[in-house]
């Protein structure tokens, strides 16, 4: 049981260049998140899907976009990269919402040169 | 807004102490609370998970507490070991929706053998 998988671990981009970030999760779970961890910051939600073809702005959006074809896939993509981008992204799956346990994938630590 | 706020922001013990981590939130009105554990350049990983009708929760050396009408928990960790050294995340479940948590910013703990 893999849990929450994030598909890169690491990423260097150049300004203006795109890119997606896959997350997957086996645990059939509902609620899925892309989280944004940056020192003296903490975790700071960008966008979030509370099942299949649903999505929703979180905290951060600007810059990003999201997908949610498929109920186990969260797909982040940043179309024009900046620096201000550089960051380490989390992803994370809940059964139902805030009200059940939290799982985080190991994070892609992303630089934007 | 929910505020979540964690203190101190780092300490450093020897091994063997006992300890207590300190968590506080503005807004009483939470469906639960959540401990993680972060290790360097790693993910999150749940630790315990309080509802808002419970005091506390045990698992192993640990004993999380839960005062949600002070807006306050406490996790405490019995007999500290090296392995222990993290940071350590509170997380609040709370808001419309019921899709949000909101994080402290976490307290890193050093147990020096």
């Known amino acids: 049981n893999a849990g929450v998988t994030q598909t890169p671990k690491f990423r260097v981009l150049k300004t203006g260049q795109s890119m997606t970030l896959l997350c997957a999760q086996d645990m059939n779970h509902e609620y899925m998140y892309w989280y944004r961890q940056d020192p003296g910051m903490g975790l700071r939600l960008i966008h979030y899907s509370v099942g299949e073809g649903t999505t929703a702005k979180g905290e951060v959006p600007d810059g990003y976009n999201v997908s949610r074809l498929k109920k186990q896939n969260f797909l982040l993509g940043l179309e024009s990269a900046a620096p201000s981008q550089t960051s380490v992204y989390f992803c994370?799956?809940?059964?139902?919402?805030?009200?059940?346990?939290?799982?985080f994938g190991q994070g892609t630590r992303l630089t934007v040169v | 807004k929910q505020e979540v706020t964690q203190i101190p922001a780092a300490l450093s013990v020897p091994e063997g102490e006992n300890l207590v981590l300190n968590c506080s939130f503005t807004d009483s009105a939470i469906y639960n609370l959540q401990w993680f554990r972060q290790d360097p350049g790693k993910g999150l990983t749940s630790l315990l998970l309080i509802q808002s009708s419970q005091r506390e929760q045990t698992s192993g050396r640990l004993n999380a507490s839960l005062d949600k009408s002070s807006g306050r928990s406490t996790l405490y960790i019995a007999a500290s070991q090296p392995g222990d050294s993290a940071t350590y995340l509170c997380?609040?479940?709370?808001?419309?929706?019921?899709?949000?948590?909101?994080f402290g910013k976490g307290t890193k703990l050093s147990v020096i053998p």
């Open positions: 997380a609040v479940g709370s808001g419309a929706g019921s899709y949000q948590l909101t």
């Open positions: 994370a799956s809940t059964l139902q919402g805030a009200y059940t346990e939290a799982f």
